[in-house]
């Protein structure tokens, strides 16, 4: 697990037209990045999910609306981490590695692959690493769909 306040390098941005490999920056932590929405009406119901995921920052500011055009966070509250579930409509927020890098710009975890700075550690062997984790990972989602075929 990675310490709020770490050095961490970019290894891959997979932004369209990014440029943040190579670079480093500092682990801010985790924050919202989007938000779901669903309805539970009563407490023991299975939730049902609008489908798709939202700007968090959207839904926070209230650009995010209803076909009303009204905000959404006036009909969807927010589902805070630790509370009980407002009902019957709630917006659960999605948390996300927020990077800062060394020229003030933010990339999120998701929008890249990133590691830790260690010492004596290059670009090269940090890309290395970077290809035998979605090896890894490539050969993990093979086994679990054929078991699960």
């Not at 798709?52 to 076909?67: P, T």
């Not at 948390?95 to 800062?100: A, E, H, L, Q, V």
């Not at 062997?125 to 970077?130: E, G, P, R």
């Not at 290809?131 to 699960?148: G, W």
Request: proline share 6%; aromatic share 12%; charged share 30%.
């Amino acid at each position: 697990m990675t310490a709020i306040g770490a050095r961490v390098l970019i290894t891959e941005d997979c932004r369209k037209g990014g440029n943040a490999a190579g670079q480093t920056g500092v682990y801010e932590g985790d924050f919202p990045l989007t938000v779901v929405f669903g309805y539970q009406g009563q407490e023991d119901d299975e939730p049902n999910w609008k489908p798709g995921e939202y700007s968090y920052e959207a839904y926070r500011d209230g650009s995010l609306k209803m076909v009303n055009g009204e905000p959404a966070s006036l009909y969807y509250l927010e589902w805070e981490r630790g509370k009980p579930c407002p009902r019957p409509l709630f917006a659960m927020p999605y948390d996300n590695p927020r990077i800062r890098l060394e020229d003030g710009s933010i990339v999120w975890g998701c929008e890249c692959w990133w590691t830790e700075v260690e010492d004596g550690m290059t670009l090269e062997t940090a890309k290395a690493q970077t290809e035998e984790t979605k090896d890894f990972l490539r050969t993990l989602a093979t086994v679990i769909t054929k078991e699960t075929t």
